[in-house]
């Protein structure tokens, strides 16, 4: 009995020994080769994956979960909350993103996010595995079969593997890490070059003055929304950024251009980036000039644009153009060409903007012109919906002289009739002070504008022998001004404007009328305050020249073309 | 309505799984003359 206890024991230590051999000697062969094997493996894998990770059609289900779609952009989870500046309230445009690095960085995660959990699953794997084996059977079998197994495990498939989830997740991380960075250089150069193209787009519109403003909210901006030409949706903030640098997606796939110039040249509808009106094809695309009158009642103001738009129609001939574009021109013109008695302006709603196209044998210009009622012209309450006013660079400013009683006494004096004409009611300053005051209260600089002031009636006053040649200079129309009752009123005026200029002007009829007072120059003077090089009285010189005041009258500042 | 998924996204994403391939292609051209040294020095 006692030698077959022992032999057992020869046995057991026989089987531990060669065991221990075989697993020792098979760890040792085998551990430096898995290793690096594994190592070798985890490089492949982390090159290879991401690209069947991006491309395969197999993984677009969990691509298209990381998508920044145009509804992701709308609802702020892109590219935050809100545009900033003026389009905040709107919020963002239905577009999709540019790729880098809205989409890329949620490709990355996405690759990222696999290789950690691929890398998770080999980790556990052979720990799984070691567990299953040692659940397999319980007693001697345990002990003397599946725990040297499971020991061999260890440096043969264990640590492989284990090395393998390790190399995985590092060098993953390398090559998003160098993609990454890849990544944040080719942002900050596409957004370097969208800042200085967006610039240059925005310095040259304002430069060339092609600015919109919109007709129904009379808000002005050089960067017109248009309409998706496929689905009709709004884009508000067409330029280069981070919905597009050259060309942007709309949420319909549909590409649009990033600049106001590309995408008038596409005839791309305008719309108003404020009130979302519509506004035309051509809208905001071409020089454009707002002149906005300031007068009281009966001045003359609706009479002065009817002989302004006459004689401009008259002066393109027939290789210029002059026609109206938008429903409120056209009744304008229709009315003034039937040569039908202008009626009131009504005081009643806002006051409509007429839009008219012109060239003279070049380039086609908006000319924007608002006439509005007297009665608007009172207090600053009453002035407070004339918004359009703020955004002029030039004013015209008119003042009837019947309304002054020393020049009414010199038209008596040599018997002037009036005849049927209106005298203005109201005072010219109150109506000029009912604009700047509220202007400036909201912080307006006049200094940034410029001041036609315009005499009406003007073909009354030339029957007084003295004021026969009145309108050949802007420094006799002041001085007639000053001399007859508005002397505080100019002197308001020079010290408020740096650029400003008198002229007197017969609009009554243009019959036999003089150049010098034609209503014309004044639009020819307000284009030339822009720069624009539309001239309906191209040969005629922009007189009357502005003037400073007379040194023995009264001290004004230096007054400037 | 369908997602239409912009070409750019489709380029960029076979794009960058290009560059990690191009990445990893420079890693081992880098690192195999040390390895062929390591070997080859012993």
């Known amino acids: ?561 | 309505m369908s997602t239409v998924i912009p070409r750019s996204y489709v380029v960029f994403r076979a794009l960058m799984g290009t560059a990690v391939l191009a990445i990893a292609a420079v890693g081992l051209l880098l690192v195999a003359p040390l390895v062929i040294s390591l070997f080859g020095g012993s």
């Not at chain 1, 796939?253 to 990033?258: A, D, E, N, R």
């Not at chain 1, 995408?263 to 108003?272: K, P, S």
């Not at chain 1, 109506?431 to 700047?436: E, P």
């Open chain 1, 1 to 561: 009995m006692p030698f077959f206890i022992l032999l057992a024991l020869a046995l057991l230590i026989a089987y531990l020994f060669a065991l221990g051999f075989v697993i020792v000697a098979v760890s040792t062969v085998a551990f430096v080769p898995l290793v690096l094997l594994a190592a070798v493996a985890a490089y492949l894998f982390a090159a290879v994956v991401p690209l069947v990770l991006l491309t395969s059609e197999r993984w677009a289900q969990p691509r298209s979960a990381n998508l920044t779609t145009p509804a992701e952009v709308v609802a702020g989870n892109v590219l935050g909350a809100a545009p900033r500046g003026e389009m905040a309230y709107h919020g963002w445009d239905h577009a999709w993103p540019n790729y880098f690095p809205y989409q890329a960085q949620r490709d990355f995660r996405f690759v990222v996010a696999v290789m950690t959990r691929v890398s998770r699953y080999f980790l556990v794997l052979p720990w799984r595995w070691v567990r299953a084996l040692w659940n397999k059977s319980d007693g001697m079998a345990r002990w003397l079969w599946w725990l040297p197994i499971i020991i061999g495990m260890i440096p043969t498939i264990a640590v492989p593997l284990t090395f393998f989830a390790v190399m995985l997740v590092l060098t993953s991380a390398l090559f998003v890490g160098v993609l990454w960075v890849v990544m944040t250089v080719m942002t900050a150069i596409a957004r370097l070059f969208g800042f200085v193209y967006g610039s240059t787009e925005r310095a040259a519109r304002r430069r060339a003055s092609k600015e919109l403003l919109c007709p129904h909210c009379y808000r002005t901006t050089l960067i017109p929304g248009y309409r998706c030409a496929t689905c009709g949706r709004t884009h508000r903030l067409l330029s280069p950024g981070p919905l597009g640098i050259l060309t942007r997606t709309c949420e319909c796939g549909s590409k649009l251009p990033t600049t106001a110039t590309r995408a008038a040249a596409l005839g791309l509808d305008v719309v108003c980036p404020y009130c979302d009106q519509d506004l035309g094809t051509t809208a905001g695309s071409r020089p454009t000039t707002l002149i906005p009158v300031i007068g009281s009642v009966g001045v003359g103001k609706t009479t002065f644009f009817a002989s302004a738009v006459v004689g401009m129609n008259e002066s393109v001939g027939s290789e210029g153009t002059f026609a109206p574009t938008n429903p409120a021109a056209h009744q304008f013109y229709g009315l003034v060409e039937s040569g039908a008695v202008l009626p009131k302006t009504a005081y009643a709603g806002r006051p409509e903007v007429m839009t008219f196209e012109a060239s003279a044998r070049g380039e086609l210009h908006d000319i924007q012109l608002v006439d509005a009622a007297g009665e608007f012209f009172v207090t600053w309450e009453t002035t407070r919906e004339l918004t359009y006013i703020d955004s002029a660079a030039c004013w015209v400013f008119i003042i009837d002289p019947l309304t002054l009683p020393d020049v009414r006494d010199k038209l008596d004096a040599h018997g002037v009739a009036l005849g049927s004409t209106v005298v203005g009611t109201g005072s010219a300053g109150d109506a000029y002070s009912s604009v700047s005051d509220r202007f400036k209260q909201g912080r307006g600089e006049l200094k940034s504008k410029s001041l036609a002031i315009v005499v009406s009636k003007a073909d009354l006053l030339t029957q007084v022998p003295e004021w026969a040649e009145l309108g050949t200079s802007s420094r006799a129309v002041r001085e007639l001004l000053f001399e007859h009752g508005a002397d505080n009123l100019l002197r308001k005026l020079e010290l408020d404007f740096a650029t400003l200029a008198y002229f007197a002007v017969e609009a009554q009829s243009r019959d036999g009328l003089p150049r010098h007072r034609d209503p014309v120059r004044v639009v020819d003077w307000a284009l030339a305050q822009k720069r624009l090089r539309l001239s309906f009285l191209g040969e005629v010189p922009l007189e009357p020249q502005p003037v400073a005041a007379e040194p023995t009258t009264t001290p004004v500042p230096t007054i400037n073309q």
